[in-house]
């Protein structure tokens, strides 16, 4: 076995019951070392369950997944080892300083003695914090705890990280910051699962694996996403009354979707329609005033809507 | 759009409050117009839910003036909570209340009469899509189901205007997609809404946005124009392998700033007519020839980082 090509994650058929609820269904999924991954469903879609799966703490009723090349099932102990985690909620200690949390957290990861100062130094570097070791953490900026965080994260080199939502709510600048330091990381080697809602976040990931109702139901690069995910073309339509334009597009022939996007409509329609063309007749024919149509590049929101709405349609039909 | 040519729905005059030595708020200005989406946008702590907090008439300002729907919010703040709504991030939700409970106990709170509550209430429940549940306990509701519930019952007493702070945080992409819809249902009906969200992809939905940086609004005016008042262009360059090539396109001339996105590239230039060959001719020494360089729309997030600049974080 080459650890260098075997993927860092991989799970084949992982699958877990509550019950008579199914939460993850025989989901297969491999992420190389070094690769930056989203995942991202809707709240219930099994995340959460699969990433407790990941870090050893669920065992799988089926199926199995290794991270760091260590058994989730039968090497659950190993696995937490090697693995790093880091939720919004940063889990700091605001009333410890800077220093305090690291060493807290250094114990906590069981880092060795003589690497820790060695740690600790390498995490204050990358927080951009040193000088500021004994400020108390609740009173540094949203940027710096966040980056604090990370550090407390990997004091121990985990080869791979789970980050849930991480950058939510910080200060745009801060948040690239943070960004590039995990892509930093990831050029070492190490391999993360950034679990979130924001679709803003994703697009920082190399490859995202989407995921509705427990199952895997696309995984690619934004831009792969953003080219096929839609199975048409978006168009943006100024128009008013926005809402008798929507009655007038939905269920239109070669009309996909058609949703209120600000103050217009993003449109999709089908490759072997009518197009662009037939809209403006559509939309006079209910009395809207129509303006400018454009062609406009889908955003991975638009995909991530409609596929997972394309699911519940499937369900609904079947 | 129908906008009224009276008074506007919200206006604020040199707004301010400190807390102790902490300046949260600073001569903040800005008009909402009737039937307008205005989003309060940037990072927690840039005073968004301050603001919020006093336009809703719930903290006091130091300084300034607010009116919300013609009446004077210092002055008057109870009478302006009959034509406002304000939906904090931590909307109080019965959870051991069925939905219809929740709903009544509010219509209770603001006063509505018992003969409106029913046509009232079901006719919010059937924009929400939650129609059916009537007797869900609220604890058992999906998130996105109870944020669709606290705005059902912000709005049982059907205000004119609706402050939301932060109301789709946790809240999945879907179930935002429908929560939006809402909105938009009810500025039809000539309900204005200000929201406050650290989300730049949601800020993209209003129709202008105030930008809040350390207290202060810093820009003001429409997402288009946001975008286009943005100090040059943005490119966006695809190509295997993108971290190589950052510091290559960071030290050349004309490139303003470097974004290491996951398969790609965002490069803001200073002008993309003279920089886009340049940019092309770079990839094109290194053999990178496949590469997709295109000038891009900026996001909101772009903007706000070019117009603010390298803030202390």
Not at chain 1, 282 to 295: E, F, H, T
Not at chain 2, 20 to 42: K, M, S, Y
Not at chain 2, 136 to 146: E, T
Not at chain 2, 266 to 289: N, S, Y
Request: overall charge neutral; proline content about 5%; hydrophobic content about 45%.
């Amino acid at each position: 076995m080459n650890p260098a090509t075997e993927p860092a994650v991989a799970a084949r058929g992982l699958s877990k019951r509550f019950g008579a609820f199914v939460a993850v269904d025989h989901l297969d999924l491999a992420i190389g070392r070094g690769e930056v991954m989203g995942f991202i469903g809707p709240n219930g879609a099994g995340k959460s369950t699969t990433i407790r799966m990941f870090c050893g703490l669920l065992a799988p009723s089926a199926g199995s997944a290794s991270v760091a090349g260590f058994d989730v099932g039968t090497q659950s102990q190993r696995v937490r080892e090697h693995i790093g985690y880091m939720s919004q909620k940063f889990s700091l200690y605001g009333d410890l300083t800077v220093r305090e949390n690291l060493r807290f957290f250094g114990g906590i990861y069981r880092v060795p003695s003589r690497e820790f100062a060695e740690r600790t130094a390498f995490a204050m570097r990358m927080a951009g914090l040193e000088g500021r070791e004994d400020a108390l953490v609740a009173t540094l900026a949203g940027g710096w705890k966040q980056r604090l965080a990370l550090g407390c994260a990997i004091l121990h080199r985990p080869p791979v990280l789970f980050l849930d939502e991480p950058t939510s709510g910080v200060e745009p600048q801060a948040r690239r910051q943070f960004w590039d330091l995990i892509h930093e990381l990831a050029a070492d080697g190490v391999t993360i699962l950034v679990s979130t809602h924001y679709m803003d976040e994703a697009e920082y990931c190399n490859r995202i694996a989407l995921i509705d109702r427990g199952r895997l139901i696309a995984v690619g690069s934004p831009t792969e996403l953003r080219a096929h995910g839609l199975g048409g073309e978006l168009v943006e339509v100024a128009c008013e009354p926005l809402g008798a334009a929507i009655k007038a597009l939905a269920g239109a022939p070669g009309v996909i979707d058609a949703a209120i996007f600000g103050d217009r409509l993003h449109v999709v329609l089908a490759a072997d329609g009518p197009g662009i063309g037939g809209l403006p007749g559509l939309l006079q024919a209910r009395g809207v005033r129509g303006g400018a149509i454009r062609s406009v590049a889908p955003s991975l929101e638009d995909v991530f809507v409609r596929l997972v709405s394309r699911g519940a349609d499937a369900r609904g039909a079947a | 759009m129908s906008v009224d040519t009276g008074e506007p729905a919200v206006s604020v005059q040199a707004l301010g409050k400190r807390f102790g030595a902490v300046r949260a708020v600073h001569e903040v200005a800005f008009t909402v117009a009737r039937g307008e989406i205005f989003g309060l946008v940037g990072p927690d702590g840039a005073g968004k839910t301050t603001t919020m907090r006093m336009l809703a008439g719930v903290l006091r300002a130091d300084s300034g003036q607010i009116r919300v729907d013609g009446v004077d919010v210092l002055a008057d703040p109870e009478r302006a909570k009959r034509h406002l709504s304000y939906m904090p991030q931590r909307f109080g939700l019965y959870e051991d209340l069925s939905v219809a409970e929740n709903i009544f106990f509010y219509a209770e709170l603001f006063g509505v009469p018992r003969a409106q509550r029913i046509s009232r209430s079901s006719e919010l429940l059937r924009a929400a899509g939650l129609a059916g549940f009537e007797r869900r306990l609220a604890g058992q509701l999906s998130g996105g189901m109870k944020q669709k519930l606290g705005l059902v019952c912000a709005l049982i007493h059907t205000p004119r205007v609706l402050l939301l702070d932060e109301p789709t945080t946790g809240v999945d992409p879907v179930s935002r997609r429908d929560f939006w819809a809402i909105l938009y249902e009810l500025r039809e009906t000539g309900v204005s809404i200000v929201m406050a969200t650290a989300y730049m992809d949601e800020a993209e939905r209003c129709s202008r946005l105030a930008l809040f940086n350390a207290g202060e609004v810093s820009h003001c005016d429409t997402p288009a124009r946001l975008k286009a008042a943005m100090p040059g262009a943005l490119v966006s360059i695809t190509t295997a392998a993108p971290g190589a090539l950052r510091g290559v396109l960071a030290g050349m001339p004309g490139v303003l700033g470097v974004l290491l996105m996951g398969d790609r590239l965002h490069v803001r230039v200073d002008d993309a007519p003279r920089r886009l060959p340049e940019l092309r001719a770079a990839l094109g020494a290194r053999g990178l020839t496949q590469a997709r360089v295109e000038t891009i729309e900026p996001g909101i997030e772009d903007v706000f980082v070019a117009l603010l600049g390298a803030t202390a974080a």
